[in-house]
């Protein structure tokens, strides 16, 4: 099965936020962020992705050749070819499907949060019910495994009025995107770039840019983490080496020192 | 004591001598009692096979066990340094190593695996086995200790990077201690000569004659144990040629 993809055209974004609104809709999340409303300096609410909030239209100020400008990031899963996430998760409720899409089944999650830890993106979020007992689950965008799996587009792609996202096959999101590219350049926005071709394994998330990631908040080279491969490549296996030699090594001393001693006893 | 050994015709006579105080059993075996669900309810999380266990309300269960748990692990040797503070330095002093202790890990393989009949380098009230036990027990205490509660208070207080950091150090150590364990419950429930050291920690008593070949140096003094361990090693040469 090949991949799915998002592609998400920052170039087109008016920042209308129907797509924080569709998303809440569709995946039954909470809006009580909202009536927290604080004024931060920002027109951006809520102020950063959350338990009850998959996707959220992030308003970076840029200060650009073409002086002052907002770039509109609309933060969310970046579905990873090679998802950290779905290999430091020890009970199996992060999953990547054959379609390349990052699923998270709510009823296996423990509460541990190290997907929350271990994405180069920081995009999962723990809703913590007790501290203390760390009582908690993961959650995160799931591209609408729902509608997405029953030929529906995710909730976000449906709703979006500027018609800045689009969904489907990757290679064609990635040759739609590259498109969009070129005809912006020839427009002479000459910092547009798609982001997330090859990037932790090729993202299921590519966005069409105006500005270098960096003044998107996006890392510009996003890496696999080094501890999350050491751990689960290195230390994990290590972990079965060492008790199962000890273990072995004790049952083998055990079968020497009692041969020897009876072979005492004989002599 | 008299004891009547099972197949053997005379009875023998055991001198029982103190070892070790109440309190110093407490803490082994309180130590005992939450490290052991500590590594089980730990593993659940480290070892991908038991991923059942970790799915969950069972993986939440176990979580909150593991967390008991560490606070009752953290608090066993700050109590018994309120208690008897001395008598922890004294038993950490113990614990370190000095020049006897290379001697005795040269002939460990051959004395405790062969069971060949070495002379050994005079022993404290703990051998240098039982040094490196309370060595990696310290050391894990620490590091087990500091690294869960990074995990435990400072998930998305600090960054990321710690928190990863923390993972291996907790994962790492957990190993080396849980190997530990592995062999000091060998020696102390089913290796065929060592029958000893668990009858000191469950009452607190060894047998003078097993101290006195065991852990010369505590029984006799470390002057006196290195007197007998060079006329041991003299007449051992004389024998042999």
């Known amino acids: 099965m090949s991949r799915v993809a998002m592609l998400i055209d920052e170039s087109k974004c008016t920042a209308c936020r129907g797509c924080q609104v569709a998303c809440k809709q569709w995946n039954d999340l909470q809006g009580w962020e909202y009536s927290h409303t604080r004024n931060r300096g920002s027109y951006e609410n809520p102020p950063d992705l959350s338990p009850q909030t998959w996707t959220r239209i992030r308003f970076n100020e840029y200060e650009g050749p073409d002086g002052f400008r907002w770039l509109f990031l609309k933060e969310g899963c970046m579905h990873c070819g090679d998802p950290a996430c779905v290999a430091v998760c020890p009970t199996g409720a992060l999953k990547k499907q054959p379609n390349g899409l990052v699923s998270f089944e709510k009823d296996l999650c423990n509460g541990c949060g190290y997907c929350t830890q271990f994405c180069p993106f920081h995009i999962p979020r723990l809703e913590v019910a007790n501290p203390l007992t760390g009582e908690a689950k993961s959650s995160k965008c799931v591209f609408c495994q729902d509608r997405v799996s029953n030929n529906l587009l995710p909730a976000c792609v449906k709703t979006c009025p500027a018609k800045a996202l689009d969904f489907g096959d990757r290679d064609e999101m990635i040759a739609k995107g590259k498109a969009r590219v070129q005809a912006l350049l020839e427009r002479g926005y000459s910092e547009a770039n798609l982001y997330g071709e090859n990037l932790v394994g090729g993202l299921g998330r590519l966005y069409v840019l105006i500005a270098p990631p960096e003044a998107y908040g996006l890392p510009a080279n996003p890496q696999y983490p080094a501890s999350a491969a050491f751990w689960q490549k290195i230390v994990q296996p290590l972990g079965s080496v060492a008790f199962g030699a000890a273990i072995l090594g004790i049952i083998g001393a055990f079968f020497v020192i009692r041969r020897n001693i009876r072979m005492e006893e004989v002599q | ?241």
């Not at chain 2, 907790?170 to 000569?193: F, K, R």
Request: with cysteine.
């Open chain 2, 1 to 241: 004591m008299t004891v009547q050994l099972k197949g053997k015709r005379e009875a023998i006579t055991i001198r029982w001598i103190p070892k070790y105080t109440f309190l110093e059993r407490a803490g082994h075996w309180l130590h005992t009692a939450t490290f052991v669900p500590l590594a089980l309810t730990g593993m659940i999380l480290f070892f991908p096979f038991l991923q059942p266990l970790a799915q969950g309300p069972a993986g939440q269960f176990f979580r909150l066990v593991h967390r008991i748990a560490a606070v009752l692990f953290g608090l066993i040797p700050i109590v018994y340094f309120i208690i008897q503070p001395r008598r922890l330095l004294m038993n950490i002093r113990e614990f370190l190593f000095d020049k006897e202790d290379i001697g005795w890990l040269k002939n460990a393989f051959g004395y405790y695996v062969l069971g060949r009949h070495g002379i050994m380098p005079p022993q404290g009230r703990f051998n240098t086995g039982e040094k490196m036990n309370g060595l990696i027990m310290m050391a894990a205490w620490v590091l087990l200790g500091l690294s869960g509660l990074i995990m435990w208070f400072a998930k998305g207080v600090l960054p990321s990077g710690l928190f990863q950091a923390m993972v291996i150090i907790h994962d790492v150590m957990m190993i080396i201690s849980v190997c530990m364990l592995l062999v000091h419950l060998y020696l102390a429930i089913a290796h065929p000569l060592m029958w000893a050291g668990l009858v000191s920690m469950r009452f607190g008593v060894t047998s003078a004659e097993y101290a006195a070949e065991h852990h010369a140096k505590w029984y006799y003094g470390p002057k006196r144990a290195m007197e007998l361990y060079e006329a041991q090693k003299r007449q051992a040469a004389g024998t042999e040629h």
